[in-house]
């Protein structure tokens, strides 16, 4: 059963079009992320599913209703906000409860639950504090206690981790993770961290330029990319891409020519992953070393080639900035995508 | 800094309280000495002191008897407490929605109250006077109240929208998320935020009330409805002016602002500035 | 229950509910202390005699006939009010007041009777005279003539005294000398005539007299008290109020004007007549004039002499002991033999402001006496504009359906998508919008268009743009003196410089003196320097305006401490503007200190140990860091600040009061003058309003441009 369904979704500010048309069906239990460049309009998207903002065209179903109309509140929605929006004159408890009161439930409910997303977030110790007097890690579980208790059927996260240094990070992850298992509950998530979506998500949704760009399971779109914006959004360093043209059994691009594969014919894009290639002594690929990132026995090197930047990754010591070394990819690891890049004729 | 330059700044600032002062001194000599004249003299001090002032124009009656000191500062505080609790109430909503909502007529509106305040005061009341008695609020203090409440709600309205626009709004979507309704985000959320502006916004519109005289003056006809700046009016005359009994009664007016004042004084600073600093 | 006794019990109730429902009789005044205590009294009889319940209203002098004229017409005033008989002609214009057609005449003095009479109709009960006597310490023998005064007085002086002291800057006591002089004010064609050889001989021999220090400096009616009571002038001339200030123990008698020896005429002083009289709008007619003759009349009189210190207008009062005998009250009528009434034409009320300027002028040197009636004349043209012709409104109604339409196509055409939260925006404005609109709005667009009007006693002409015409042109005066609008303009905009940027500084100096850490008294400081802000502003201009008294201002008396001559502040241009200059400084720089506190703390510290590191000198983080990071916070305190300032009429109308001439005054000031002080000239009063808001918009538009804003 799907538990978000997006149909025809468009927005626009001013002159500004943010959301060009989305189609997006989200299954219940799911926790998606919708990653992709800043104003792609994912927070946007996120905004109109909370009930925030008011969408121009298409509609939003939430279990099946359609809740264009509604109200925030009558949703049954809870947001993690980028910034927590702790209201600064409550203390900790007071927030965590303050939906509840909201709802006018009996107080020893209220207690009781309260007292479970604190105990689940480890925030008994903090309960009578103004927000001013927490970390940022502190904050966080705050704001996500605030909508634990709620218990609402859809959690929705804008970027809730950005403000965080990357240990916590690291950290925040884990216990996101654990939660979504815990509460079984649907999770929508908004970041343009492509570590968080790959880590996080059962599904990720890209998006650029207020359009889906593909929606699928987080190595599924890491293989199988859909276009040149999806393979270079994913992955770091980011897919290599080269300009080729199909001739017979060979593609063939400014200073380099690699054995064909596939259907493609005429102009392509290639794509290579850093990690599928090698600095080697011998390879169809050469360039001067520009910059070497040394992660310890191994690392990338980042090389200037006749046929643009290209990076790759090395083996050992011997790369050093300002040599012209080769590379070579590791067996059949050639994604082609078609001229404009809009288009993948072949995964690996 | 040097032991030097603090104890001249400690002096260079106590000097300047000093001479800020002096006319406040000045007036509480004349409230407390004998006479009802100016005197030549330099020294702030009185030089003999006597309550006579404060025992006249606190124990002033009219022919009926009625205590008019007592009924004309009950008449001030009503007028200017129910000045500020109508004055506020109507400004700050206006000023959310002036601040967060859009809806044609925003922007004009925000100009048009801008304007209003450039036409001197003193020339509205002509026309003020005659909309009144159509309205039948000719000698009332629900008349007054009315009046100085919209006269001074583009002031109001003005501060408060500085203020709400420098509240993140993420609190306001968090609390809707939390399922509150516009209106409870207003009252539980953004009302409490705004503590400090509406302080200083009511401290100004209940200084305003307490302080008009020339429209209460021209509007009331009765002597134990005046507020006090009316009544304070008689001890200065064009020809005679009780400058014993003009400074007690205007010592007796001041008070309650200045305690007011120092009540509030920790919100005036950011109450003005956080809209110009923030936004 | 009989049947009889049912019909008393019902007219008994019916009885008390008509008395009930009477509303009582409402009496305005303007007096204080004894006269006040008499009409107490004296309405409690009436009372008593009547049944009539009387409510007294003391109405404090300066606002009570602009109280009279607003509420009267509107049929909210008093049904019986005590005034002066000298604005009669305005009161019965205006249709303030009723007649009298039952006045006994010869119940009153004559001269009383003939102040009171207009058109051959009677208005009003004569209460009481007001003239000018000659008051002569004990010792002093009293001089019949000019001569005999000139004689007397030199044995008088000394460094520390003077012969005879009046206020001479009012005219009010100086008409008496004019008359003497043989001047006559208006002509045959009932203009007033300034410009006489009498007027300059009768200025000349004034100025004559304070040459030779017989007559002090800038008299005031402070002064003359002071100067009799302290024995340091022999005679004053004044009124029968003076006695209540004479102290106890001095004596002194009473004498009619003298003589002046040039003409052989003597000083004839105005006789001003309180008289009762009866609103045009009483509701209670009858009852009305039975209280105002009530008043006038009988024992009513008797309280009125013995308690208020009156001097009576009714004839039958002289008979009695309690009357003739008091020396002071028959010298008094003596004295009002020789006054003549003060004149209750429109023309007389636009001598005042004249007169005072050339007296003034003359007194301080600045103007020779011969050259002093032309001055007077100027100003008068100046002030008495002639009614403007009726000018056709069909051009001006055509303008304005235009514009407005044109307004609503530019509105209409602009595409617009209704936002869902239209209905709600709308909703929670309604309020303030409603209130703003029926109470803020109409009386803003009514001003505005009252402007296209010239106003006269009550009756409206449309006169199209002329009295903006009027303003422009600068009718009827030089553009670089005083009343022209341009040389008002030029003062209110150096006004609001001088003060906007004495308050930035002082503030923002204040602000930084406050910000050092080190400090362990700020707390105390800043609230003590907040303090002005808390005083009300006309609390401060009268306070202000005491301190620069010129002879019992504390700021001359500081000055004397440090040897400094005594300044007179308001003769001249330069110290009456300082004055009022310091006034406002002292009540406006809190605000801005307050702002610049509020700023500050804003400014992140480690931006100066930054700069200090980088070696900036304090001067330099001032210049580089603190001024144009504080200037998103100052620049709407100092456009707000400007407003203000640009309209503070308080500080201008009570500090200085427009003196030296009017020099002082600013554009809210002159407007007000217009409109309450001149003949009610509304019209012209709003057409400087309209200019006063063009400017300021103006300046708005400028600010907002330096502020970075766009036009919304």
Redesign the interface.
């Known amino acids: 059963m799907s538990d978000v369904r997006l149909v025809g979704l468009k927005k626009r500010f001013g002159d500004n079009a943010i959301v060009k048309g989305v189609d997006l069906e989200v299954q219940a239990g799911e926790f998606l992320v919708m990653v992709g460049p800043s104003g792609c309009g994912k927070t946007t998207l996120l905004r109109i599913i909370a009930g925030l903002e008011?969408a121009d065209e298409g509609e939003v179903y939430l279990g099946g209703q359609r809740v264009n109309e509604l109200p925030p509140r009558e949703r049954d929605v809870g947001m993690v906000f980028q910034s927590y929006a702790l209201y600064p004159h409550m203390t900790v408890r007071e927030n965590l409860a303050f939906g509840l009161t909201l709802r006018k439930l009996p107080r020893a409910d209220i207690d009781a639950r309260v007292a479970e997303a604190a105990r689940m977030l480890e925030l008994d110790a903090l309960l009578d504090r103004k927000p001013k007097a927490l970390s940022g890690g502190q904050r966080q579980r705050v704001a996500m206690g605030r909508v634990i208790v709620r218990r609402p059927r859809l959690f929705l996260f804008d970027e809730p981790l950005s403000n965080l240094d990357t240990a916590l990070r690291v950290q925040m992850r884990g216990e996101l993770s654990r939660l979504h298992r815990q509460l079984g509950v649907t999770m929508l998530y908004v970041t343009h961290d492509q570590v968080e979506a790959m880590t996080l998500a059962t599904r990720v949704a890209v998006f650029n330029q207020g359009l889906l760009q593909q929606l699928g399971p987080p190595m599924e779109l890491y293989l199988r990319p859909t276009n040149t914006f999806v393979a270079q959004f994913l992955g770091s360093p980011s897919m290599n891409l080269l300009t080729a043209r199909r001739d017979g059994a060979h593609f063939r691009g400014a200073g380099f020519t690699l054995d064909a594969v596939g259907e493609a014919s005429g102009e392509v894009k290639l794509g290579l992953r850093p990690q599928d290639l090698r600095v080697a002594d011998e390879g169809p690929l050469r360039g001067e070393v520009l910059a070497v990132e040394r992660l310890g026995f191994d690392g990338y090197a980042f090389l200037q080639t006749a046929a643009g930047p290209l990076a790759a990754r090395f083996e050992g010591s011997s790369v050093e900035v300002g040599q012209t070394v080769a590379v070579r990819p590791l067996g059949d690891v050639l994604h082609v995508f078609s001229a404009d890049g809009a288009r993948a004729l072949r995964h690996p | 800094?040097t032991r030097l330059r603090?104890f001249a700044?400690?002096a260079?600032?106590t000097l300047?309280?000093v001479a800020?002062?002096?006319?406040?001194l000045?007036?509480v000599k004349?409230a407390l000495s004998p006479t009802q004249?100016?005197?030549?003299?330099?020294n702030?001090l009185p030089e003999a002191v006597t309550l006579d002032h404060f025992r006249a124009v606190l124990g002033s009656s009219?022919?009926q008897g009625r205590w008019l000191f007592g009924r004309q500062l009950l008449s001030s505080l009503v007028v200017s407490g129910a000045t500020t609790l109508v004055g506020m109430?109507?400004?700050v909503?206006?000023a959310?929605?002036?601040s967060r909502?859009?809806?044609?007529g925003?922007?004009s509106?925000?100009?048009?109250?801008?304007?209003?305040?450039?036409?001197?005061?003193?020339?509205?009341l002509?026309?003020?006077?005659?909309?009144l008695?159509t309205?039948g609020l000719?000698?009332s203090l629900g008349g007054l109240v009315?009046?100085y409440?919209?006269?001074s709600?583009?002031f109001c309205?003005w501060m408060l929208k500085?203020y709400f626009d420098t509240l993140p709004r993420e609190l306001e979507e968090a609390a809707l998320m939390d399922g509150a309704s516009?209106w409870q985000v207003f009252v539980k959320i953004v009302l409490p935020l705004a503590r400090p502006a509406l302080a200083v916004t009511a401290l100004f519109s209940f200084?305003q009330a307490?302080?008009e005289?020339i429209l209460a003056?021209?509007l009331l006809?009765?002597?134990a409805r005046f507020t006090l700046?009316?009544a304070?009016?008689?001890y200065?005359?064009?020809?005679?002016?009780e400058?014993g009994h003009?400074a007690a009664g205007?010592l007796l007016?001041?008070a309650p602002?200045?305690a007011?004042?120092?009540a509030l004084?920790r919100y005036?600073?950011?109450g003005?500035?956080?809209?110009?600093?923030?936004g | 229950m009989s049947r009889g006794a049912r019909r008393v019990a019902a007219s008994l109730l019916l009885l008390f509910a008509s008395a009930a429902l009477a509303a009582p009789l409402?009496l305005?005044h303007g007096y204080?202390g004894g006269e006040e205590e008499a009409i107490?009294r004296i309405?409690?009889q009436f009372t008593a005699e009547t049944g009539l319940e009387v409510?007294?209203?003391?109405v404090?002098?300066?606002?009570l006939s602009?109280?009279l004229t607003?509420?009267i017409p509107?049929?909210?005033?008093?049904d019986v009010f005590i005034f002066a008989h000298e604005r009669l002609r305005q009161f019965h214009r205006l249709k303030v007041v009723a007649p009298t057609p039952a006045l006994e005449t010869d119940r009153y003095l004559l001269p009383a009777v003939a102040a009171l009479e207009l058109d051959g109709a009677h208005y009003g009960y004569p209460l009481a005279i007001k003239c000018l006597a000659l008051f002569v310490r004990e010792g002093v023998a009293a001089p019949d003539s000019t001569d005999a005064l000139e004689r007397v007085l030199p044995a008088h002086l000394s460094p520390d005294t003077f012969g005879i002291a009046w206020e001479a800057g009012d005219f009010y006591f100086h008409a008496p000398i004019l008359a003497g002089f043989g001047g006559q004010l208006f002509g045959a064609d009932g203009r007033a005539r300034f410009d006489t050889p009498e007027m300059a001989r009768s200025l000349t021999w004034v100025k004559s007299l304070q040459d030779r220090a017989l007559l002090p400096q800038e008299v005031s009616?402070?002064l003359v008290?002071?100067l009799f009571n302290e024995r340091r002038i022999a005679m004053a001339i004044s009124g029968p109020?003076f006695a209540s200030e004479i102290d106890p123990q001095l004596g002194y008698s009473v004498h009619p004007l003298p003589v002046v020896s040039q003409t052989g005429l003597p000083m004839s002083p105005f006789l001003g007549v309180e008289a009762a009289f009866d609103s045009a709008r009483s509701e209670q007619a009858e009852a009305a004039q039975r209280l105002a003759r009530y008043l006038s009349v009988g024992d009513a009189t008797l309280q009125r002499v013995t308690l208020g210190r009156q001097i009576p207008a009714e004839l039958a009062a002289w008979d009695d002991p309690l009357v003739s005998g008091d020396p002071l009250i028959s010298a008094f009528r003596a004295a009002a033999e020789r006054a003549t009434p003060t004149p209750n034409t429109l023309e007389m009320a636009r001598v005042w402001e004249p007169m005072k300027l050339a007296l003034k002028a003359v007194l301080q040197g600045g103007v020779a006496p011969e050259d002093a009636g032309a001055l007077a004349d100027r100003r008068y043209r100046a002030l008495n504009r002639e009614a403007l012709p009726q000018a056709d409104p069909r051009p001006w109604l055509i303008a304005l359906a235009v514009g407005v339409s044109w307004l609503l196509w530019r509105h209409a055409r602009r595409p617009?998508q209704p936002?869902?939260?239209?209905?709600?925006?709308?909703t929670?404005?309604a309020?303030?919008?409603l209130?703003?609109l029926?109470?803020?709005?109409?009386?803003?667009v009514?001003?505005?268009s009252?402007s296209l009007f010239h106003h006269e006693a009550g009756d409206y002409t449309f006169v199209g743009g002329a009295n903006f015409v009027d303003i422009l042109t600068s009718r009827g005066y030089r553009f670089n003196e005083p009343l022209s609008f341009y040389f008002t303009l030029a003062v209110t905009l150096l006004w609001t410089a001088v003060n906007v940027v004495l308050h930035v500084s002082l503030g923002l100096f204040?602000a930084i003196?406050?910000k050092?850490p080190?400090?362990k008294?700020r707390a105390v400081?800043?609230?003590?320097?907040?303090?002005?802000?808390?005083?009300?502003?006309?609390?401060?201009a009268?306070?202000?305006k005491?301190?620069f008294?010129r002879?019992?201002?504390?700021i001359?008396?500081?000055l004397?401490?440090l040897g400094v001559e005594p300044v007179s502040w308001f003769t001249h241009w330069s110290t009456a503007f300082a004055a009022n200059v310091i006034t406002n400084t002292?009540l406006g720089f809190p605000f801005m200190m307050?702002?610049s506190?509020?700023?500050l703390?804003?400014i992140p510290a480690d931006l100066y140990e930054a700069a200090a590191v980088d070696g900036a000198s304090r001067w330099a983080q001032f210049r580089h860091i603190t001024l144009p990071l504080l200037r998103?916070?100052?620049?709407?305190?100092v456009i707000l600040g400007s407003?203000w300032t640009f309209?503070m009429?308080n500080i201008i109308y009570l500090v200085s009061g427009g003196e030296p001439g009017g020099g002082t005054d600013i554009l809210?000031s002159e407007?007000?003058r217009w409109?309450f002080q001149r003949n009610e000239q509304?019209g012209f009063?709003?057409a400087y309003?309209v200019l006063?808001?063009v400017v300021?918009?103006v300046w708005?538009r400028i600010t907002r441009r330096l502020s970075g804003e766009e036009p919304?």
């Not at chain 2, 800020?20 to 406040?24: A, C, E, F, K, N």
């Not at chain 3, 409510?55 to 003391?58: K, P, R």
């Open positions: 008011t | 800094m603090l700044l400690n260079l600032l300047l309280c800020t002062l002096y006319p406040v000045w007036v004349l004249t100016l005197s030549l003299s330099a702030p009219d022919a109430s109507l400004a909503t206006a959310y929605a002036l909502f859009r809806f044609p925003k922007d509106g925000l100009q048009l109250l801008l304007v209003t305040q450039m036409f001197p005061a003193t020339l509205m002509v026309p003020l006077y005659s909309l008695q309205l000719l000698d009315l009046v409440a919209t006269s709600l583009p309205v500085g516009r200084m307490w302080n005289f003056a021209t006809n009765d002597a700046p009316v304070l009016q008689r200065v005359g064009e020809y005679k002016t400058w003009f205007a007016i001041s602002v200045m007011l004042f120092f004084q005036l600073i950011g003005l500035t956080a809209g110009a600093v923030k | 409402r305005w204080r107490e309405a409690r409510e007294a209203l003391a404090p002098y300066d606002a602009s109280k607003s509420a509107h049929g909210a005033g008093p009616g402070a008290k002071t109020w617009r936002s869902p939260e239209t209905w709600l925006g709308l929670w404005v309020p303030a919008a209130g703003l029926a109470l803020v709005l109409i009386p803003f009514i001003g505005l009252l204040l003196l406050l050092e080190l400090l008294l400081y800043r609230v003590l320097l907040i303090v002005p802000w808390a005083v009300p502003n006309y609390i401060t009268l306070m202000w005491g301190m008294h002879q019992f201002g504390a001359n008396a500081l004397g401490l002292w307050v702002v506190l509020g700023a703390q804003s998103p916070a100052l620049l709407p305190a407003v309209n009429f809210v407007a007000f409109a509304y009063a709003a309003s006063i808001f300021l918009f708005s919304a």
